[in-house]
């Protein structure tokens, strides 16, 4: 009890967090009924009792269909806004957030109806409620590069409008099969376009992905890695380059990753001295917000207060904030 206020009293950065993994049963069933979108599943509690995952790609099915009823650019700012509203509540003061154009692009929904969803609950918040935040725009590896050329070439037209939020480029969806090697070209034009990169790295995948997504990708942070432990060289390597990790604890639970929390690696991670982040990945589906997140770990791996104020500077200093507003979020 003393340990949930100390952590809900706590001011957290959430740097891994897929807007489309916010969309909470109750908020997709009343988004498939407004849309007139056929569900095959009767209730909010047997779609929530399908949530039962044995591997990302099982989770990953579930989810893109659940996309399937956000059509409208009022369907993206409603998701939006219940996750700030429920980040706000577990004291998250800024949300570096990811979106997948291509879920939707692919289903007819246009690239500006996405980011314009999104980024009016962004802009409310911040305007409302002094809640900082940045969009990620994401490719799915599981497409390909050519298709992720696409994306870009479609949201660049709509970088001036957004240029207050959208700062970033990453990589998610499946893992395995898809290494980071295979989007070198289209993360180089990023790069030169000045976007922030990060990559889902070391999830699934082994420890070379996390190398590829360094090397070849230059990303600033690897979103998961708990696999860079089987290779420790790897290790000492993100300790001394201090290279974030955002590591998502009741996702790798959730995802099998895990068999259970007390196994689970972040305390190791963290004590061999690397910046490990905690963050809620997709919490509609994994069964927690950031606090849960927080509270999982805290009880599962015995972490003391100081480890945990530790995550939450880490979090800070990840961010992509400018320095003197790092300074205001503690
Ligand atoms: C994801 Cl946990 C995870 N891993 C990879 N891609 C994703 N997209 C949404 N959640
Ligand atoms: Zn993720």
């Known amino acids: 009890a003393a340990m949930r206020s100390f952590v809900e009293a706590l001011p957290k950065t959430e740097l891994h ?22 569900l095959p599943y009767a209730s909010v509690e047997a779609l929530r009792a399908a949530y039962d995952f044995t591997d990302l790609q099982s989770f990953l099915d579930l989810y893109y269909a659940g996309a399937n009823v956000l059509q409208t650019e009022q369907d993206f700012h409603d998701m939006t ?12 003061r800024h949300a570096e957030i990811f979106f997948d154009p291509q879920t939707h692009t692919e289903r007819g929904i246009g690239i500006d109806v996405v980011f314009a969803g999104i980024a009016r609950a962004l802009r ?15 490719f799915l590896r599981h497409l390909s590069e050519e298709d992720a ?33 295979k989007f070198a070209k289209v993360f180089a034009r990023c790069r030169e376009l000045g976007f922030h990169l990060v990559a889902h790295a070391g999830e699934e995948g082994p420890p070379a992905y996390i190398l590829g997504a360094l090397d070849v990708l230059k990303v600033e942070r690897i979103d998961h890695g708990v696999r860079s432990e089987e290779d420790p060289a790897l290790m ?31 305390a190791r991670l963290l004590r061999a001295g690397l910046a490990v982040t905690v963050n809620s990945d997709d919490p509609a589906y994994f069964g927690g917000y950031m606090n849960d997140n927080y509270l999982a770990v805290a009880s599962a791996l015995e972490l003391s207060r100081a480890e945990i104020v ?7 200093d990840a961010s992509f904030l400018p320095a003197a507003d790092k300074g205001r979020l503690t």
């Open 17 to 38: 967090l897929h807007i489309e993994g916010t969309l909470e049963p109750e908020l997709l069933f009343a988004l498939a009924q407004r849309n007139k979108v056929a």
């Open 236 to 266: 000492e390597r993100l300790a001394r380059e201090k290279m974030p990790l955002t590591v998502c604890p009741l996702s790798n639970l959730k995802l099998c990753v895990v068999d259970d929390m007390a196994k689970h690696n972040l």
């Open 310 to 316: 530790q995550l939450a500077r880490n979090g800070i």
């Open 81 to 92: 806004a219940a996750y700030i509203a429920r980040a706000r509540a577990d004291n998250v």
């Open 149 to 181: 050329f696409t994306t870009l070439k479609a949201a660049l037209p709509l970088r001036e409008q957004y240029r207050d939020l959208w700062n970033g480029i990453g990589l998610d969806s499946s893992e395995r099969g898809n290494p980071p090697e």
């Open 124 to 138: 409310q918040a911040r305007d409302e409620h002094g809640f900082s935040s940045a969009m990620i725009m994401s």
